[in-house]
């Protein structure tokens, strides 16, 4: 087919417009979006076909592949799992920037912002549909770097250049572990070969690694008294690069700070689909990580516990971005739950992660585009300050109302009726159950239940501070225009229905990505065992639109009614509330303690003042030997007897040692 | 057929003398561009005429020198020297332009030195006789040492003279080294011969293990000292940052320790009496190299002394990937030397703007440069990224060949390479958040944007990181020839 | 039979020394200028006629002179440095009265060099060595209004003076030992003195009047004066031509004659040279006269010299003998130009005591440009930086004693030679570095054609050193 | 017959009053009546020398020697008089201005 020729255009448009914008984009109307708009279409509209295609016959992947350097090739692998990723991607991008022709109307620096998209469209393309690890690498990179570029657009405010430099290097952290886990893997498969690597194979090519599953299973290391898989440790090290990426528990601080950015990146990159990266890496990758023994129980368990953990924090945050910044920390613990889930369902698992990850993708990308209209309407962020916008901006009041909707998980258990997050979310919870059941562990379920009743209370205490009840200061503000109402309209149409529509079709959709591997032998390598499941008991099916309605009705009650008179709980002399507001001192921890009394004044003085003395002794050296001269000069003292004497001891002196010398030897 | 590798040897020196000759600062640069133009064309025209498949030298010249002493002129290039020889012929012109409309006493000295400067740096790549590798080695003492002596910064008197005698030790090092190895392989076969194929060739056979451990090592500090690698860097740091920015510049490009580390070491590396010592001292002084310069930059207050410990810290990978033995962290050795050439002389570009721009470089005075600079702000930020290893730029390319084919012999020390990589990071950004973005710290007066000529000049060197980082090949396969052959040669011996 | 032509150089020279002595008779003060001419005349026909002569063998006057290939190297050497110190001279005894007597003596000293090249009879060699010693005790001295020249002069007397008696007495106990001063005839007899108890002494009695012309620490002591003093070019003359004297009378009498007390000899060159190079460099390092610092860097540069004894290979003797061309040159050219600056200084102010401080060499870059860069070329080819005639004979010298397992000796010879580096670096940033308001002034071209003669021979030796080699390498198979 | 040890001891003892002469004394003109001292002991070795090896050459030696001893103090007188025209005295150790 055509399209399938063009897949390569897929990134490479976005890159030109992004070379395109950069160089020309002052010379164009409105900074030039034009032209990254189009492009990105043109690949929206190949990403779609393509993904049409794969639908009507799911085992007719894409491929493509050029040489690059030494033993590496860039190329295009779009299955099914690729093939939604990038709909997704080209999909939501194409509409925030049309968005954002509105919403970035009166920044000067307009092109530059394109340009940047543009670039970070064609890097998470890129990312999407590479054919091997080292190029998925290459563009996680890229998207890391636009992300910091986008985070710290507005540079001159000090906050912001502060959020870009964290974003950057906590995520940095997981990137190098990513990279560990592709040195060691390749070190592993080089150790296998026995050093003979094969003509024209790019070892690197996800088809490639997977044939070496079992071999890298049987390759231990014994690391802190625990003999451990080298499987075990690649995947960890991959997970870890999720980690950063995805704002997991521990290196998730840079995302919340990461909303200094325009509001529109915050919802391309921070909640929509760079973040969804770490994600995708695991799944990508899913077989190696069923193979891996321990891995996928690390992944569940770190999972739940982002997902309640940030989901806490979300509740008492007053920014109106950075409450949609731990829920999307909160979101992206569920898919990596959902992901650990594959220990007990299989290949399924990237199925439901991946549904709730696009399901994710339109709401929460909504959600930030309605908290950006409000804020390019009232030019806040403060809920406290906002009050009864809802009057004001109709059309953002219903589209996000959908959205929160979404996120807490209405809908009606055992059907297809429900907003598209009900759909998504609750096949995780129900796995988490199922996980409960078969490995004994009940941790997973419990938090993502917790977090779910969390979930629902701080998304309608964000709805109803914000669009109900009397304006708390004076904004003024309008609705906005509709080149940002619009993309609005249309997300909010796929938060609502997207789900209901795929349901069915898209888990099996996705988990045809692996038919041709024998899921059930490498889960035999990794140790864990598939067992049925969708049995679950109906308390368990209801339980998640319980706590999704206990959390509504508190919220109502609290920020609506104010039935409820929260002024005790919410006092500095709370200590659970001062942990909480203060997101658990991790700042202190991170950036105090760990950056600044470790790395820095720890060991980066430590060596600046050790090299401090390594430079002494060399000038040292030389001070004394230049003191030495101005001491021996002395003894030219200018006296014609002293130098006779210097001449008589001489002779005498020289007669004695050679005597001497002689003697001895 | 044209004697290629003399030319683009002699051309820089004789344009040297006429440049010193010139009146006016009009001459001397045009002078100067012209003289390392035709270079560069004649590189071009070598480049494009170089078969990259083949790791034999190519371009051979040789003739007699000093015949009662063994000595030839005997000139070639391969695929290890070709690049930095094109890394040299391409960045010079470069640098004239950038200093184009620079204000600075003696114009006519300054180009000649820089003259003078390329064709020992281009004549130590091409020499295969050791004299003449050592005349030219030494050679390039001198230009630098006037350059940091006369246009340096306040304190540029004890930079100069501590580079100089610092690294002037290390070159006499190096030197017994090659007498050892000269007499004894004119002892075993009774004709001297100074022919650095044929001395090392000889290596091998000599009998005393003391003797091969001692020449092995005296060549050793040679050129780890040029390198530099911790801890005999101390040189490096007062005199990258009192030279002037051409002279950063020209420092950057002076690839000779690591060169030599190619060229001289690995094909004898077999033949030490230990080679796994020999192996666990490169590697180990590689990665100690590569975290001790990266704390040490994160501890650095001044934008420039930043930069150059960061180049102790790049330049680590270059010995952590030669000691890694297999061809590919060979060649990503060979890249890295190459990839943070141009990175370098980005950082160093961009910093000499400032510095001349705001007369600071300490990062905390600077602040919010790039509201008024946003040009120089584009070329820089993709010069740190560079030079923090971000994908799709040159530093990566040989950043993750080195990490991952040098894992496979030593994975500790490429584990504490990778620990590095975050604080290489923290550094980089956190220069550029205090220097360039935040607010505009307004003690720094009216400040303008870089001129048209840097920006050319820079723009240049920025597009090559970025067209080297997605395409490679045309230097990185040269490379891998010869890494290649080199590990053949060191397989006879079974190590 | 004897062949005169063979001593032609010392007879052109000799004849040239009595028609400047003659004509300055005749001659006014201002018209004396003609004698220089005659006497660089006198010198560029000599050399012409010992190159031309190089490799020929003879023994003449009752095998009291030989001509080998080993004494016409040095009179090249001697002959190299006398011409470009009377080329340099042109100028400074432009209007002397007493220019005349100044070109007698140099020439005179320059036949006692010669001629201690060519001795093989220890008399012979004494007389000479004396010969050019009192010629040069005048040189030094020959600024009689400057009290620092005389009292070079009188330094240089006295210890030289007391140096002569050593080596007398030093000679008197070899010539008891074996019956005889001829210096095969001293070899063929050599058991005779070995069972004596007057061997070492002798040994060390001789090693101390030679050592006293090399300036070997500790019989050094009245060169850094004797330098600093004496006018620049009369120090030229010292220390590129008359420390070459001691070497080369050192090389036949050690190596001619006494070759059977090698042990004894070697050990106590062994200590010498160590001693020398390392205090000549440490205490060169903070000198601020130029001249002074030349001194003690023409100490360690004997030093290396010295090393040829302890080595004692061909390799070695043609690095020594190499060596001692080179540093001709260099050391001839670094005090020439040394002596240009004390010219321009003076020329400014009349009354200047230290007109070599390094104070006056400041912007030398821009006042001077030749001079200045005729001056780098000197102290780097002293310092041994490539391609210069001082690394080239540094790397054989070194390379030799590498190859002969001195390891030790090599590795003290090169850290001195990079410690070397810092002073004379020195000198460098003094001249292009350091800001100065004074004025470019116009360089005197007899000082200008020396040092262009001279850098052309260090960078001729050291770019195309083949010629050079061989010729040493031919000179040290008369020894060994 | 003296033995020769006998000369060498005059001789010795001549050099040593010589040494010490020249090494205790200031004045320019004993200075060089020391160094001339010592030349001479150094003639009295050769020509006992010559005499005791029935060989001429030390003799012959000796009359160079001596004719050498007479231009060197020559050429010190001649120096010490530019000395004196200068400083009005010849003491030698007031010659210091060169040092270190």
């Avoid at chain 3, 300055?24 to 031309?52: E, P």
């Avoid at chain 3, 010969?131 to 209004?145: C, D, P, R, V």
């Amino acid at each position: 087919m055509a399209m399938e020729n063009l897949a390569f255009l897929i990134p490479l448009l976005p890159a030109l417009a992004f070379v395109l914008t950069f160089f020309l984009g002052k010379k164009l109307p409105s900074g030039g979006a034009i032209i990254p708009i189009i492009a990105i279409a043109i690949s929206c509209v190949i990403s779609l076909s393509i993904t049409a295609g794969l639908l009507a016959n799911p085992g007719h992947v894409v491929t493509q592949s050029v040489h690059w350097f030494a033993i590496l090739n860039l190329g295009i692998l779009i299955d099914p799992l690729a093939a939604v990723m990038l709909s997704m991607v080209s999909f939501v991008s194409l509409l925030i920037h049309i968005y954002a022709v509105g919403y970035m109307s009166h920044d000067p620096a307009k092109p530059r912002y394109f340009a940047e998209t543009a670039l970070f469209t064609a890097a998470m393309l890129g990312l999407i549909l590479s054919d091997n690890i080292l190029q998925l690498f290459v563009c996680w990179e890229l998207v890391g770097l636009s992300s910091y570029l986008l985070i710290g657009f507005w540079f001159h405010k000090p906050g912001a250049a502060s959020a870009a430099k964290k974003a950057f290097l906590t995520t940095r952290i997981g990137d190098v572990m990513f990279l560990a886990g592709i040195v060691l893997l390749f070190a592993d498969i080089f150790a296998i070969l026995e050093g003979k690597l094969p003509e024209g194979v790019y070892l690197l090519q996800f088809e490639e690694i997977f044939k070496f599953i079992p071999d890298l299973v049987a390759i231990n290391s014994t690391i802190l008294g625990m003999e451990v898989s080298h499987l075990t440790l690649v995947t960890l090290l991959f997970f870890g690069g999720a980690v950063g990426k995805s704002g997991q528990f521990p290196l998730h601080v840079w995302l919340p700070d990461a909303m200094e950015g325009p509001t529109t990146v915050s919802a391309l990159i921070h909640a929509a689909t760079m973040v969804t990266a770490g994600v995708y890496l695991v799944a990508r990758t899913f077989p190696m990580f069923l193979a891996a023994p321990g891995t996928l129980m690390v992944v569940a368990m770190l999972g739940a516990f982002t997902a309640l953990f940030a989901a806490t924090m979300g509740i008492v945050m007053n920014d109106l971005k950075r409450v949609l910044a731990f829920s999307t920390i909160s979101q992206l613990g569920y898919m990596v739950l959902g992901l650990g889930l594959g220990a007990v369902i299989g290949a399924e698992a990237v199925g439901v992660s991946m549904f709730h990850l696009i399901n994710h993708a339109f709401f929460k990308a909504l959600l930030f585009l309605c908290a950006g209209s409000v804020i390019h309407a009232v030019g806040t962020h403060d809920m406290r300050q906002l009050g009864g916008v809802g009057k004001v901006m109709p059309i953002t009041f219903a589209t996000m109302t959908a959205a929160a909707l979404a996120l807490a998980g209405f809908g009606i258990p055992g059907t297809s009726i429900g907003f598209s997050g009900f759909l998504s979310k609750d096949p995780i919870i129900e796995g988490a159950y199922v996980f409960a059941t078969q490995t004994g562990n009940w941790i997973p379920y419990l938090f993502a239940i917790s977090a779910a009743f969390l979930t629902s209370l701080y998304i309608f205490r964000l709805i109803f501070m914000t669009f109900t009840g009397k304006p708390r200061s004076d904004y003024g503000g309008h609705e906005s225009p509709s080149s940002m109402t619009i993309p609005l309209a249309t997300l909010g149409v796929f938060a609502v229905i997207f789900g209901a529509l795929t349901r069915g079709k898209f888990m099996t959709f996705i988990e045809s990505n692996f038919e041709h591997l024998d899921m059930n032998a490498l889960a035999e390598l990794g140790g864990y065992h598939l067992g049925p499941h969708g049995h679950e008991p109906l308390l368990i099916l209801w339980m998640p639109l319980i706590v999704a309605v206990a959390g509504l009705v508190i919220a109502y009650l609290i920020y609506n009614k104010r039935v409820i008179d929260m002024s005790r709980i919410v006092s500095s002399e709370n200590p659970v509330y001062k942990l909480l507001y203060n997101r658990y001192y991790q700042h202190q921890i991170f950036v105090e303690i760990f950056s600044v009394k470790i790395i820095y004044e720890g060991l980066a003085l430590a060596s600046f003042y050790s090299d401090k003395m390594l430079d002494w002794l060399v000038n040292g050296t030389s001070t004394f030997l230049i003191e030495a001269g101005d001491s021996l000069r002395k003894f030219q003292t200018g006296v014609i007897q002293d130098y006779a004497a210097a001449v008589v001891a001489g002779v005498g002196l020289l007669v004695i040692l050679v005597k001497l010398i002689m003697e001895v030897f | 057929m044209l004697p290629i590798l003399s030319l683009i040897v002699l051309i820089p020196i004789l344009f040297s003398a006429v440049t010193f000759f010139t009146k006016t600062k009009e001459q001397a640069r045009i002078s100067a561009l012209v003289g390392t133009l035709i270079t560069l064309v004649l590189t071009m025209y070598m480049y494009f005429s170089f078969d990259s498949t083949s790791a034999a030298m190519q371009f051979e010249e040789a003739a007699n020198w000093i015949p009662s002493l063994g000595i030839t002129y005997h000139l070639g290039v391969d695929g290890v020297s070709m690049p930095l020889i094109l890394l040299n012929a391409i960045v010079i012109p470069l640098l004239i332009i950038y200093t184009w409309n620079d204000v600075r006493a003696a114009p006519n000295r300054f180009y000649a030195l820089i003259l003078a400067m390329q064709g020992a740096v281009i004549g130590v790549f091409v020499s295969l006789d050791f004299f003449l590798f050592y005349v030219f080695w030494e050679l390039t003492l001198v230009p630098l040492f006037f350059m940091v002596n006369i246009w340096g910064g306040a304190n540029k008197k004890h930079a100069a003279i501590k580079f100089f005698i610092y690294t002037h030790v290390a070159s006499l090092v190096m030197l017994l080294g090659i007498f050892g190895l000269y007499y004894n392989a004119w002892s075993l076969n009774g004709v001297p011969n100074m022919d650095m194929a044929y001395l090392i060739g000889q290596f091998q056979f000599l009998e005393s293990e003391i003797a091969r451990d001692a020449i092995f090592l005296a060549l050793l500090f040679g050129f780890i000292v040029k390198t530099p690698v911790v801890p005999f860097h101390s040189w490096l740091p007062d005199a990258y940052s009192e030279a002037p920015t051409a002279g950063s510049v020209l420092f950057i490009l002076l690839k000779i320790g690591g060169y030599g580390l190619f060229r001289v070491m690995l094909p004898m590396l077999p033949f030490t009496a230990t080679p796994s010592l020999m192996i666990t001292i490169m590697g180990a002084l590689g990665a100690i190299s590569i975290i001790y310069g990266a704390f040490l930059a994160l501890a650095q207050k001044d934008l420039k002394r930043m930069i150059a410990y960061s180049s102790i810290s790049h330049m680590g990978y270059v010995t952590l990937g030669a000691a890694g033995l297999v061809s590919l962290s060979i060649s990503g050795a060979m890249f890295q030397q190459f990839s943070h050439g141009l990175i370098m002389s980005i950082m160093f570009m961009s910093c000499g703007v400032i510095q001349t721009k705001t007369g600071t470089s300490i990062i905390n005075n600077l602040g919010g440069l790039a509201q008024k600079m946003p040009k120089l702000t584009v070329i820089m930020v993709l010069g740190f990224m560079a030079s923090l290893g971000l994908p799709g730029l040159t530093g990566f390319i040989a950043e993750f060949l080195v990490l991952t084919f040098s894992f496979i012999n030593m994975p500790i020390y490429v584990i504490i390479a990778l620990l590095a990589i975050v604080i290489t990071a923290a550094y980089h950004l956190w220069a550029l958040q205090r220097a360039m973005f935040g607010t505009f710290n307004e003690k720094l007066g009216d400040i303008v944007d870089i001129s048209s000529y840097q920006a050319f000049s820079m723009g240049v060197i920025a597009l090559l990181v970025v067209y080297f980082g997605w395409h490679p090949s045309p230097v990185l396969d040269m490379m891998i020839t010869n890494s290649e052959h080199i590990v053949s040669l060191m397989a006879v011996m079974g190590v | 039979m004897v062949n005169l032509m063979l001593l032609a150089p010392e007879i052109t020279i000799l004849v040239t020394g009595l028609i400047v002595l003659l004509a300055g008779l005749f001659l006014s003060a201002q018209s004396k200028k003609i004698v220089g001419y005659i006497a660089i005349l006198g010198c560029v026909v000599a050399m012409l006629l010992t190159i031309s002569s190089f490799g020929t063998t003879a023994v003449m006057f009752s095998n009291s002179l030989s001509i080998d290939a080993l004494s016409q190297f040095f009179k090249i050497v001697f002959l190299t440095v006398t011409t470009l110190v009377c080329i340099a001279s042109v100028k400074y005894t432009d209007g002397n009265d007493h220019a005349d007597e100044y070109y007698v003596l140099v020439l005179f000293a320059t036949i006692g060099m010669m001629m201690v090249a060519s001795a093989n009879d220890l008399m012979v060699l004494f007389v000479a060595f004396e010969l050019a010693s009192l010629a040069t005790y005048g040189l030094a001295g020959f600024e009689k209004k400057n009290p620092a020249s005389i009292e070079a002069s009188m330094k240089y007397f006295i210890i030289g003076s007391l140096s002569a008696a050593l080596l007398l007495l030093g000679i008197g106990y070899v010539y008891g030992a074996t019956g005889t001063t001829n210096i095969e005839g001293i070899a063929q007899n050599i058991d005779l003195l070995l069972n004596s108890p007057m061997g070492i002494l002798s040994l060390v009695l001789l090693i101390a009047g030679f050592g006293f012309k090399i300036a070997l620490v500790p019989f050094h002591m009245w060169a850094p004066d004797t330098y600093q003093g004496a006018p620049s070019l009369v120090s030229a003359l010292l220390a590129a031509g008359s420390k070459k004297m001691g070497i080369i009378a050192a090389f036949k009498v050690f190596i001619g004659a006494l070759i059977a007390l090698q042990a004894d000899w070697q050990i106590a060159f062994a200590i010498l040279a160590v001693l020398t190079m390392t205090y000549g460099n440490i205490v060169a390092l903070s000198q601020t006269s130029v001249k002074r610092m030349l001194a003690y860097s023409s100490l360690a540069q004997a030093g290396y010299i010295t090393m040829a004894f302890v080595v004692m290979t061909p390799m070695a003797l043609t690095g020594g003998i190499l060596y001692a061309l080179s540093h001709g040159f260099m050391k001839a050219g670094a005090f020439i130009a040394t002596a240009a600056v004390v010219y321009m200084v003076t020329s400014e102010n009349k009354d200047i005591l230290n007109a070599d401080h390094l104070d006056n060499f400041k912007g030398l870059g821009r006042r001077m440009p030749i001079t200045a860069l005729s001056m780098t070329v000197f102290v780097f080819a002293l310092s041994g930086i490539p391609p210069t005639a001082g690394y080239m004979s540094k790397f054989i010298l070194f390379s030799s004693t590498i190859q002969s397992g001195l390891v030790w000796l090599a590795v003290i010879a090169i850290l001195n030679s990079a410690l070397s580096l810092y002073y004379y670096a020195r000198v460098v940033r003094y001249m292009y570095a350091k800001p100065t308001d004074g004025d470019r002034v116009s360089e005197p071209l007899p000082y200008v054609i020396a040092l262009l003669l001279a850098v052309a021979g260090v960078l001729v030796i050291g770019i195309w050193p083949e010629p050079f080699v061989s010729m040493a390498m031919e000179a040290a198979s008369v020894l060994i | 017959m003296i033995p020769l040890n006998w000369y060498l001891a005059l001789s010795a003892i001549v050099f040593s009053i010589g040494l010490y002469g020249l090494m205790t004394h200031k004045n320019g003109i004993r200075m060089l009546m020391c160094v001339e001292l010592m030349l001479n002991s150094a003639n009295i070795n050769l020509v006992a020398f010559s005499s005791y090896n029935d060989d001429m050459t030390g003799q012959v030696f000796a009359l160079f020697s001596i004719a050498i001893a007479a231009a060197e103090a020559a050429i010190g007188f001649a120096i010490l008089m530019s000395i004196y025209r200068m400083r009005d005295m010849i003491d030698v150790d007031k010659l210091n201005i060169l040092r270190w």
